[in-house]
């Protein structure tokens, strides 16, 4: 069974940084589309970045790109193990953070992928930045 953990949310203020942790086990498959999401109350999930873990390839969204940075993270030797560093926090990144997983990707997935394309999910893990 897989299993999908984040950690490392929190709170912090504008402009400053935090890092975001997930390990994906239970399966013994080097190569996965990650994905980090939000969702805010009252607001639909949104894709924020996603990684191709057999070549690191990327995709951030408009609202993320140049501040966050998603990256494969080993850790305790986990093959699918990315981290989510979030810079110059803005009150608007405010959100539950979930990181996903699916094992169906191949090198040309579309990393664009929404959040019904994957199939393994953590718990979250909130975010909370003041102005």
């Known amino acids: 069974q897989v299993h999908v953990r984040e950690s490392g949310g929190g709170s912090e203020q504008a402009g400053g940084s935090l890092r975001l942790s997930c390990i994906a086990s239970?399966?013994?498959?080097?190569?996965?589309?990650m994905g980090w999401f939000r969702q805010a109350p009252g607001e639909e999930r949104e894709l924020v970045a996603s990684i191709y873990t057999n070549g690191g390839r990327t995709h951030y969204s408009d609202a993320v790109k140049g501040r966050f940075t998603i990256s494969q993270d080993a850790q305790d030797g986990a093959k699918n193990a990315v981290a989510l560093q979030m810079s110059s926090l803005k009150p608007e990144d405010t959100a539950m953070y979930y990181c996903?997983?699916?094992?169906?990707?191949?090198?040309?997935?579309?990393?664009?992928?929404?959040?019904?394309?994957?199939?393994?999910w953590g718990q979250g893990t909130q975010v909370t930045v003041s102005s």
């Open positions: 996903a997983v699916d094992y169906r990707c191949v090198p040309y997935s579309d990393l664009r992928r929404s959040a019904r394309e994957y199939s393994y």
């Open positions: 239970g399966y013994n498959d080097a190569s996965a589309c």
